[in-house]
Nanobody, 122 residues
């Protein structure tokens, strides 16, 4: 069974940065597309970023383009989300997930971590 664990969330001020990590110790990590999603209070879960198995292709949600960067280290079975210039509207629980293709809809993702909470204060 694939087990994903996110870390790196916390409280940060507007304009600050955080780096989220998601590790998988029980999967053939390098075969998966990895995605970061977030669910803000009262809203549906939405794609933040995704990355192909070798890191050669990435995709971002419109609201985070130019501020967030997704990367991965297959040797460490870990995917990262560098978040810069954070805004209060980035406040959400952030989840990582696996997929077999570079898709944007969460229905294409099959394994999910428990999430890590990010709060951006104004």
């Amino acid at each position: 069974q694939v087990q994903l664990v996110e870390s790196g969330g916390g409280l940060v001020q507007t304009g600050g940065s955080l780096r989220l990590s998601c590790a998988c110790s029980t999967c053939t990590f390098s075969t998966y597309v990895m995605g970061w999603f977030r669910r803000a209070p009262g809203k549906e879960r939405q794609l933040v970023a995704s990355i192909s198995w070798n890191g050669g292709r990435t995709a971002y949600g419109d609201s985070v383009k130019g501020r967030f960067t997704i990367s991965r280290d297959n040797a460490k079975n870990t995917v990262y989300l560098q978040m810069n210039n954070l805004k209060p509207e980035d406040t959400a629980v952030y989840y990582c997930a696996t997929a077999l293709g570079l898709v944007r809809d969460e229905s294409g993702y099959h394994n999910w971590g428990p999430g890590t909470e990010v709060t951006v204060s104004s």
